[in-house]
């Protein structure tokens, strides 16, 4: 018989990821697996959300609960009650979530309380920064499921840590959960967009950019846009680096584009505009970010995801917090934490600019996570 999944989607990044596993479940397990789309509505803007499902060829979502914008509380208690609804009526036989947003809290906290058990993608993961949003909505969640794909061994030890037995056997239920390392299903999607990407991008000509001359930037974290002080800092060093004969392209998450007329200290949001090798310009597709990660000499970002992305296509980066989960690439040199001090930005940007030759080993698998998953889902109990 098929088992039923219901997946939670959300924010952008989740609907990428899902893109792995949707395209494993239709060419390789369609006889054995049905999926059930949800979106949550977190994202909502049509270059946050819709632009994803048509290009990476996902299932149009089979329910959108429109939630949309709020803070934590109610953004989550809406998600929560609106998924406890689908959840009753399609009685599935398991609720699969991706990541750290408040839409992965809100669907393993609504399963797990109805008897249905959550399956975990990239599970382990920590900043051990109980600041952040996303570390208590992955901690929650990890100890809310009954299957955990972790996509690094890092991730798998953080769990042991927290008590979890590496050696689980069947049956696996929430009391009994099973953790795998299993690659990254993000790896799946670059390698598998790559060569489309290269055929299919037109942000390159859209802006003027040529290959291997600019430096490609995005800065969402609420750390980073919700203080000014922050915010002004790390604009004062992209600015050094675009007058350095570098151009910085920053597709900017709409958090951030709303927060630097409020945020950014007038002389700073000045001289930004007035930057032409400074570009802002709207959140780009997947192809579009493929591009500008193939054809970047490196990245400066505080994105999880990009962090990870700057990896696959071998460009070292800056990352703009005081830790990663990613910390394979920190310890192997590939990524510096700079967090939001000027000095340490402008020093590992500089020396990156001079090329640096370094090794690119291969930490998250090697490009099947999401097949993997898809057999384990299947031999679940
Ligand atoms: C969320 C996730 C974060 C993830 C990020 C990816 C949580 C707690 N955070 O952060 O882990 O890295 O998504 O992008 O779940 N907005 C729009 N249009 C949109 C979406 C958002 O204008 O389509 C604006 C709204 O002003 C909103 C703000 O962005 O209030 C923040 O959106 P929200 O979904 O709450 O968090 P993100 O910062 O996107």
Redesign the pocket.
């Known amino acids: 018989m098929k088992k039923k999944v219901v997946t939670i989607i959300?924010?952008?990044?989740q609907i990428i990821k899902s893109s792995a596993i949707n395209r494993a479940i239709r060419e390789k397990f369609a006889d054995q697996l049905e999926e059930i789309i949800v979106h949550t509505g977190?994202?909502?803007?049509e270059n946050?959300?819709n632009v994803f499902f048509g290009e990476m060829n996902i299932a149009a979502p089979n329910y959108n609960l429109a939630i949309g914008?709020?803070s934590?509380g109610v953004?989550t208690a809406d998600m929560l009650k609106g998924i406890e609804e689908i959840l009753i009526k399609e009685n599935p036989d398991a609720l699969l979530v991706y990541?750290?947003?408040?839409?992965?809290l809100a669907g393993a906290t609504a399963a797990s309380k109805m008897g249905i058990p959550v399956i975990h993608v990239e599970a382990g993961l920590r900043s051990y920064n109980k600041a952040m949003?996303?570390e208590i909505?992955r901690v929650v969640c990890d100890h809310l499921s009954t299957l955990l794909f972790s996509p690094t061994d890092s991730g798998v030890e953080n769990l042991v840590k927290e008590g979890f037995d590496a050696e689980a056997k069947m049956p696996f239920t929430a009391d009994n959960p099973k953790v795998f390392k299993c690659g990254d299903v993000m790896y799946d999607n670059s390698m598998y967009f790559a060569e489309l990407a290269k055929e299919k991008a037109t942000v390159l000509k859209e802006h003027n950019l040529v290959p291997g001359t600019f430096v490609l930037c995005t800065i969402?974290?609420?750390s980073n846009t919700d203080s000014p002080e922050r915010l002004t800092a790390i604009f004062e060093a992209l600015l050094e680096v675009a007058h350095h004969g570098k151009e910085v392209v920053l597709p900017l998450?709409?958090?951030t584009r709303?927060m630097l007329a409020t945020s950014l200290r007038p002389d700073v949001l000045e001289e930004v505009e007035n930057t032409d090798t400074l570009k802002i310009i709207d959140p780009v597709s997947f192809f579009n970010i493929t591009a500008l990660e193939q054809n970047c000499l490196f990245v400066i970002t505080d994105?999880?995801?990009l962090q990870k992305e700057a990896f696959f296509f071998n460009k070292p980066c800056v990352v703009l917090r005081k830790e990663t989960e990613w910390v394979e690439i920190v310890e192997n040199g590939n990524a510096v934490l700079a967090d939001a001090d000027p000095k340490k930005i402008k020093e590992a940007a500089f020396r990156f600019m001079e090329g640096v030759d370094m090794e690119f080993p291969s930490f998250y698998g090697d490009g099947h996570a999401a097949e993997f998953i898809c057999k384990e889902i299947i031999a679940l109990n």
């Open positions: 959300g924010a952008r990044p977190q994202h909502y803007d946050m959300s914008s709020g934590h953004q990541g750290d947003t408040n839409s992965t949003p996303e909505n969402h974290r609420p998450h709409p958090r709303k994105s999880g995801g």
